[in-house]
């Protein structure tokens, strides 16, 4: 009986210690399906180096249990892109990174997002800010797109400050994300 409450007690521990965020799809994003759609996420030096994804419904008229993505993911890749999303169009959706030796073991769920039918324009690419400012995605054309095996990110975004904007071309997402890891502390 110790031993049993010593090893809860220990994979408790080591979940709160394990930090993966899905940052995408986040709430209100969709993927569009028989589309390419794109899983990122952030991590710390505690994760594992490894993950599986995969993706739930818990409507089962919707998804009939886990789909698969993608095994024995490599955590430090940041993002992993869905070619041919076969998903049924439906609302609920949430993808989950997972122990790829036991699925059970959950690290991270994604916010709840919708498959759309083919056809529909692909999901805005929305922006966060940190304390010290604002930004502005309104009526602003962003892309990402995937060449050669990376994934870039097109736009434009309008700070808070009345002449203050930035754009960006090809910009890789890594180098993205760390710089809005980084600003975000000041």
């Known amino acids: ?19 993966f965020t899905i940052t995408s799809p986040s709430g209100g994003s969709y993927w569009v399906e028989f589309t390419s759609n794109t899983i990122s996420w952030a991590t710390t030096s505690n994760d594992p180096p490894t993950v599986s994804l995969q993706v739930i419904n818990s409507n089962v008229k919707t998804l009939n249990g886990v789909f698969s993505i993608a095994e024995y993911v490599k955590a430090s890749q940041l993002s992993f892109t869905v ?15 997972c122990n790829p030796m036991n699925a059970s073991e959950i690290y991270a769920t994604s916010a709840p997002f919708s498959v759309k039918p083919n056809g529909t324009a692909p999901a805005p690419i929305t922006s966060s800010t940190s304390p010290n ?6 009526n602003n054309t962003n892309s990402m797109s995937t060449t050669g095996g990376n994934t870039h990110f097109n736009g434009s ?9 930035a754009s960006f ?18």
């Open 133 to 138: 400012g604002t930004a502005n995605n309104t």
């Open 169 to 186: 071309s090809k910009v890789p997402i890594l180098t993205t994300l760390v710089i809005s890891a980084w600003a975000s502390f000041f």
């Open 157 to 165: 975004a309008k700070a808070s400050s009345p002449n203050s904007s």
């Open 1 to 19: 009986m110790k031993l049993y409450v010593v090893a809860t007690s220990f994979a408790a521990l080591m979940a709160t210690i394990r930090a």
């Open 83 to 97: 070619t041919n999303v076969t998903l049924v169009v439906g609302d609920g959706y949430a993808v989950q990174m």
